[in-house]
Each structure stands twice: as C-alpha cells, then as structure tokens.
C-alpha cells in the first residue's frame, strides 16, 4: 500500500473507517498468501507464547493480525481524522494527562501493537510537550519516501539515522519538558530483543539507548500501548511513570518489560513483530 501511490490516494480519499476496513481486507486476502514465511514464523512464535490455546484459536489470531497489519497501513492516510476522542479512548484519562501536564523530560515507550503511529501522533495532539520520534527508513526507497509524506502530517519532528543521538540528546536537553518517543521492539539479526519473553538478554538497541539517555537527562520513562478495540478505534493504556532517580535500571527494565511483554502476549493478534523473529533459534 505504501509503495503504491493511487492506492494511498485512494485511501485518503474513501472514509476513513472505509479505508481501514479496506486496508484490511487487503492484507488478509492478497498479501498474507503472498508471504508464507513471515505466516509461518507468526505462527511458530505463537504457539510458543500462547501454548495454552487450541490450534484453531491461533489461527483466528493469525488471522485477526493480518487485518490488523493491513488497518494499520491503511490508517496511515487518515491519521490526522483519527487523533480524537472519537477514535481514542485513553484508560483513566485524567491520570494519564496530568502525567503529560507534569513537569522535566519524558521517554514516551511502547511496541508495534495496534496502531504505532496514531499513538505517537495522539501523544503529539495531547500535550504542549515538545514531541521527538526516532524511527528507521525502510530498505525500499518508495516507501520509505511515502512513509515520510504520510508521517510528516501528524507525527511532527523525527529522526533517524546518522546524527540521532546527539539530536536526541539535544532535544531532551534544550527543550523544556520534551518527550522522546520510542519503540523498543526493534528488529535485529531476525530477533526480537525487547520483551525479552524469559529469554536472558541484557538492554540492547533503543531501550540501552533510553536507560542512558534517561539517567543522562533525568527523564522519567512513560510506557503505554495503543490496542485496537474494534475498526478504527482504539484504547490507550499506560503505566505510572518510572523514574531514574528512584530506581535502578533493574528495575526500570523489569516493569518495561512486564507490562510490554504481558501486552505483546495478550494482543498477539495486534503486534507487528511476531513474525520478524525466529523464537525457535538461540539468541
């Protein structure tokens, strides 16, 4: 959908439930045929982390996964008509914007369940806080390109590649109250290195990269997730802010990783890396 530009037009054009209804059944009818090996390592993965479900439920939440992937893709056209009240229900809302309201540097973290992207520009559209994302091009130049065009909308300021950090670690630190917004689960060596599911894996990638920033700036850690709830709506949930200054890395990293990992489990059906790892294979 990203690399063809009439079908992202046409996107744009249709009703935005329309198009993610349309997006959806796309993934799940053309392109879930089309990749058998990202099908059968969802499928592999799941069974590993949800071995207490019969065979046809696993199926259903493949199943329900591809439409997901496909909403999601399609739902990039029409963020900016979905960052509402309407779309977004937050969990205990007048908690979670005195969090936003409250003072010093964030990390705003989360995984690719639901729909990433609206939940980075909700974040946005929900606070004064200056809002940075971190984010890494695709390897297909049209659609990263596409990619950027659709972001540029909604999303604000990003960076990636060369350069981030000491961008990042300006914005944390000459911005008053900035919030950096960051997805742990990124893919590597066709591994998932966060949640780490009872794997012993030490912090790697962005979440090494958060730990330092945050001691370095003094910034609290926010997780939260945004799951789709039926169509193109959806519940944010979150966790109280955990602070560097009053808990190890330890113990930053336990609760990140339980509250995340608990939430990539149980929304299986909603989280984009469970078919780019290979749970199966030693770490």
Same mark, same amino acid.
Request: with cysteine.
């Given at each position: 959908?990203?690399? *063809?530009?009439?079908?992202?037009?046409?996107?744009?054009?249709? %009703?935005?439930?329309?198009?993610?209804?349309?997006?959806?059944?796309?993934?799940?009818?053309?392109?879930?045929?089309?990749?058998?090996?990202?099908?059968?390592?969802?499928?592999?993965?799941?069974?590993?982390?949800?071995?207490?479900? %019969?065979?046809?439920?696993? @199926?259903?939440?493949?199943?329900?996964?591809?439409?997901?992937?496909?909403?999601?893709?399609?739902?990039?056209?029409?963020?900016?008509?979905?960052? *509402?009240?309407? $779309?977004?229900?937050?969990?205990?809302?007048?908690?979670?914007?005195?969090?936003?309201?409250?003072?010093? %540097?964030?990390?705003?973290?989360?995984?690719?369940?639901?729909?990433? /992207?609206?939940?980075?520009? $909700?974040?946005?559209?929900?606070?004064?806080? &200056?809002?940075?994302?971190?984010?890494?091009?695709?390897?297909?130049?049209?659609?990263?390109?596409?990619?950027?065009?659709?972001?540029?909308?909604?999303?604000? @300021?990003?960076?990636?590649? /060369?350069?981030?950090?000491?961008?990042?670690?300006?914005?944390?630190?000459?911005? /008053?109250?900035?919030?950096?917004?960051?997805?742990?689960?990124?893919?590597?060596?066709?591994?998932?290195?966060?949640?780490?599911?009872?794997?012993?894996?030490? &912090?790697?990638?962005?979440?090494?990269?958060?730990?330092?920033?945050?001691?370095?700036?003094?910034?609290?850690?926010? %997780?939260?997730?945004?799951?789709?709830?039926?169509?193109?709506?959806?519940?944010?949930?979150?966790?109280?802010?955990?602070?560097?200054?009053?808990?190890?890395?330890? @113990?930053?990293?336990?609760?990140? /990783?339980?509250?995340?990992?608990?939430?990539?489990?149980?929304?299986?059906?909603?989280?984009?890396?469970?078919?780019?790892?290979?749970?199966?294979?030693?770490?």
């Amino acid at each position: 959908m990203l690399s *063809n530009p009439f079908l992202f037009t046409l996107l744009r054009l249709l %009703p935005a439930s329309l198009a993610s209804w349309l997006g959806g059944w796309l993934s799940a009818h053309v392109a879930r045929p089309r990749m058998k090996l990202r099908d059968a390592r969802a499928r592999a993965n799941l069974a590993l982390l949800r071995p207490d479900l %019969p065979q046809a439920e696993r @199926e259903a939440i493949l199943t329900r996964r591809w439409v997901n992937v496909g909403r999601t893709l399609a739902e990039l056209a029409n963020i900016d008509r979905l960052v *509402n009240a309407d $779309h977004v229900t937050v969990i205990d809302q007048p908690a979670y914007q005195a969090v936003l309201d409250g003072p010093g %540097p964030m990390i705003a973290f989360t995984c690719h369940i639901g729909n990433w /992207d609206l939940l980075a520009a $909700h974040i946005k559209w929900s606070t004064d806080r &200056p809002g940075l994302g971190v984010y890494e091009d695709p390897e297909d130049p049209r659609i990263a390109a596409q990619l950027k065009k659709a972001r540029s909308s909604y999303m604000g @300021e990003a960076i990636g590649g /060369d350069g981030a950090a000491r961008g990042v670690l300006k914005h944390l630190t000459q911005k /008053d109250r900035a919030t950096l917004y960051i997805l742990a689960d990124e893919r590597r060596d066709r591994q998932v290195w966060f949640p780490t599911f009872g794997r012993a894996l030490e &912090p790697s990638g962005n979440l090494s990269i958060a730990l330092r920033l945050a001691r370095k700036v003094g910034a609290q850690f926010l %997780p939260f997730y945004l799951v789709r709830t039926s169509g193109p709506h959806f519940a944010l949930h979150w966790h109280p802010p955990l602070d560097p200054r009053t808990m190890s890395d330890a @113990e930053i990293v336990a609760v990140l /990783d339980r509250f995340l990992g608990q939430a990539c489990i149980d929304h299986a059906d909603q989280w984009l890396a469970l078919h780019d790892m290979d749970l199966t294979q030693p770490v």
